[in-house]
């Protein structure tokens, strides 16, 4: 269960990748933003820029990298679990 901080930080990241999807059109922007994203943030946030970045992840130059550091981070952390990452590659 996500605390009520990190459920007002993935809305914020929920909004700003929307506002850069859809009214901005920045994808660059989104590829940097995961290019630089720190990967010591919550198991929840990393999992939430994955699934909002999903959309557009053929677009996204740093994405299939981002996802398996995600990966070997949550498993380094022991928070892994069976199909965590299900459909977000």
């Known amino acids: 269960m996500a ?9 914020n990241l929920g909004f700003k990748i929307n506002n850069m999807v859809y009214i901005t059109k920045d994808i660059l ?6 290019l ?4 010591d943030s919550s198991t ?9 970045t999903f959309i557009v992840k053929d677009k996204l130059k740093n994405r ?3 996802f398996e550091k995600v990966e ?6 022991g ?11």
């Open 3 to 11: 605390y009520p901080s990190i459920d007002a930080e993935l809305d």
């Open 29 to 34: 922007g989104i590829d940097k933003l995961i």
């Open 36 to 39: 630089e994203f720190d990967l």
């Open 44 to 52: 929840d946030l990393l999992v939430g820029l994955l699934s909002f």
């Open 64 to 66: 299939a990298k981002f």
């Open 72 to 77: 070997a981070e949550i498993k380094r952390r």
């Open 79 to 89: 928070h892994w679990e069976p199909n965590l990452l299900l459909g977000l590659e």
